[in-house]
């Protein structure tokens, strides 16, 4: 069973920044995609941002310009840089790969745009 244990989320002022990390719990970085998501109460969970083995990005339109998606498979880890967050970006926030498999959620980690 492998799980991702995400990390970073808070309260924050629009306009301000985040930077969300993922781990996951055995070595599954060689997998060519990840992908980080977010799930707004009352909405589905939905593609943030992906980057694959040679660390092609691709962004939501929502989010494009404001945040930045890396990877470190040495270290098992995917980071998301937020900046410039909305109160549109609350949500929980999860990654996984792409596309995602069921069995492999995590907790996710809580992420509150607000004054």
């Known amino acids: 069973q492998v799980q991702f244990v995400e990390s970073g989320g808070g309260l924050v002022q629009p306009g301000g920044s985040l930077r969300l990390a993922c781990t996951a719990s055995?070595?599954?970085?060689?997998?060519?995609?990840m992908g980080w998501y977010r799930q707004a109460p009352g909405n589905q969970r939905e593609l943030v941002a992906r980057?694959?083995?040679?660390?092609?990005?691709s962004y939501a339109d929502s989010v494009k310009g404001r945040f930045t998606i890396s990877r470190d498979n040495a270290k098992n880890t995917v980071y998301l840089q937020m900046n410039s967050l909305k109160p549109e970006d609350t949500a929980v926030y999860y990654c996984n790969i792409h596309p995602a498999r069921g069995d492999y959620w995590g907790q996710g980690t809580q992420v509150t745009v607000s004054s």
């Open positions: 055995r070595n599954i970085f060689s997998n060519p995609v």
């Open positions: 980057i694959n083995i040679g660390r092609f990005t």
